[in-house]
């Protein structure tokens, strides 16, 4: 069964999610920022790939809050992003678990977790809203 297409904003839990998310990607944003503007010859390219993903959830996480009236856009954005952040969480779980690793860089690692942890929580959520876990008993037709 579908969503109520009266609905005309996130539900309380995928709004405070998204919330933390857009959190947490501005928070791995500006760290791996100054990463990246302390080396001026060699960057790596994990950090890179979590600069590039930390800008594109804060980008698109603002017009996430303006498509949560959209039933099913949502979902997609959380699909796409929960796995993008899942590879950035291995990526700074790879880099920087060691001990003689900087607070700043187990920050990224903290908040990148959060990020890929609530992405989760809200595809999960987000499908069993859409769902309600029934099987279609009429025709789509």
Known sequence: MARDAGRFALPPFLLASNILIWISAVIVMGIVSYFISLND????????????ISVLTVAFFLISFILGTYPGYILLFNIIFSYL???????????WSSEYAGAL??????????AFFFLLF???????????????????V
Request: net charge negative; hydrophobic share 45%.
């Open 41 to 52: 010859r060699y960057v790596s390219s994990h950090l890179i790939y979590e600069e590039v």
């Open 85 to 95: 952040w899942l590879v950035s969480v291995v990526f700074t779980a790879a880099d």
């Open 105 to 114: 860089s187990h920050t990224v690692e903290a908040f990148s977790f959060i």
């Open 122 to 140: 809200n595809v999960l959520y987000d499908w069993h809203l859409g769902f309600r876990g029934h099987s279609r008993t009429t025709s789509a």
